[in-house]
């Protein structure tokens, strides 16, 4: 037996009011549309989910840029910005309780300058397969940090049989392995993960790379680092996990968008070929089949015989006199005369629209935010850029350049310089005070360095300057952080100039480094 229902007065059931939905301030809380609910985000490890798409994303990576003018014109805008021509080496040695004055520190950097000039500049010298300098090798490694995410390299050392038949001096020598030899071989029981094989502590002990020996494939491990601490193997990446082993190509978060600009183009470049680039149309009274089909039924008609058979004149004589014109489109384009009721458009292509260039440029920001360079600098379109907006782009960018240059390109740079400068003390050829045993007991001390890249970009000179010397005069910087911004290496600047003052004064000249009281010129006899 069912429990009665209530019910109202005039009979109709009693039903309870919805109960209406109470807010609550939560995370993720999605609108009615469902839109969080319907985008599956699951929750896994970040060094994982590279494992698994890192030669996806490579080849992809590899494949937009060899296929792309903007994406390889941005590729090298990112190595102008970071490094120019190349980084500038300012040795910074810690020499206190060494025994160094500030004469004999300063006589140690200038040697040691000179020495890694001849040596990074010189294929033979720094690179394993004597192809590439110094400065090359930076250039690649830039490339491969934007398509790789990563950079990879060993180190060799040359003895005296391998320096005398190449008629080289060092042995230092290294030897730029592909992030792609790196194998993905992963096995956990053993410490190996993604070709890393790593100690208790999680520390790198050995890389695992392809090698190939008179065309013979096999695997090989590299030990990170030998008896004395200095390092073997390159590899360079920008980790965003703690837990990251491997690094993954820049442009993978720009992907889509990269692929939906191209798709982008290419249709608005068919719809256009479609269209032409101008379409004539004629425009004519003349009936068609359908019209001629419903003259024939009005012959079987009574009477209308002869109505059909005169409309049928007066469209044979239209005809006739239309037979007479000639329109004619190519290399002489004519039109003589139109038949009665014809005109004749001109229909220009419809693409692109309005909404072309709002979105395709909305995409190209995209890109050129995840590359780390200005949306100028990939598009080369500055039309409605003003001096405030290039100035608020380059002081924005900037930052991105200046951490690229402190993470991946600098790092690349000291560690060549650390284990040659090992080399250059231990072989005698950079005296030393206490010899190499001393060098060796303060090795990271004595190799700090500064890498000095191109200078910060300005959108006008004139005003740059006159901020640089306000900030000189009013004692809120120095002429190492100002000459840090251009690019120029302070103790370089100055024994520059100093040679150059002493050179003018020794020829009786006014030296444009002398004070300005001293290069006013003493008004002569007779002169008001």
Known sequence: MSTPALIKPDGTPLVAAARAPRLTARYLRDTASGVIASRVAPLTSHRDD??????????????????????????DQVLADTVGVGLTC??????????YSDVEKADLIRLIKKRWRAYW?????????????????????????????????????????????????????LRLYPPTRLVQETLDHEGLYQGVRHDENGRAIAYRFQTSTSGLKQTRDFA??????????????????????????????????????????????QMAILQTIFAITLTSEAPSQDAYEALEVLKESEGGTSYAQEYLGYLGSQLDRAAESRIS?????????????????????????????????ALARDMARTIGITYGGL?????????????????SIWAVVMRRRERIAAPMCQMVYANWLDEEVGEGRIPFKGG?????ANRARVSICDWQGPAKPTADDHKSARASSERLSNGTSSIAIETGDLGVDPDALFEQRQREHERYVGAGMRSPYAPRDERRVEPKEGDE
């Open 50 to 75: 590279v494992r698994r798409s890192w030669q996806r994303a490579a080849g992809l990576a590899m494949d937009l840029i060899q296929n792309s003018g903007r994406l390889k014109g941005a590729t």
């Open 90 to 99: 300012t040795p910074d040695p810690d020499l206190e309780r060494l025994g």
């Open 121 to 173: 500049t010189k294929a033979s010298e720094c690179d394993m397969r004597g192809k590439l300098t110094g400065p090359q090798m930076v250039d690649i490694a830039l490339r491969w940090h934007i398509a790789y995410g990563e950079v990879t390299g060993v180190f060799d050392f040359f003895g005296d049989d391998r320096r005398a038949r190449y008629g080289l001096t060092t042995g230092t020598k």
């Open 224 to 269: 990170a680092f030998d008896q004395d601490g200095r390092p073997l193997v390159m590899h360079i990446f920008d980790a965003m996990d703690s837990e990251d082993v491997r690094g993954i190509s820049q442009l993978t978060p720009a992907f889509r968008k990269h692929l939906q600009a191209e798709m982008l183009d290419d249709a608005t470049l």
């Open 329 to 361: 489109v190519g290399a002489d384009p004519r039109v003589s005369h139109l038949g009665p009721g014809e005109k004749l458009g001109f229909e220009t292509a419809k693409v692109p629209g309005r909404d072309f260039l709002p979105f395709s440029n």
């Open 379 to 395: 598009t080369m379109d500055h039309t409605a850029a003003t001096y405030s907006s290039v100035r608020m782009e380059n002081a």
């Open 436 to 440: 190499y045993a001393a060098f060796r």
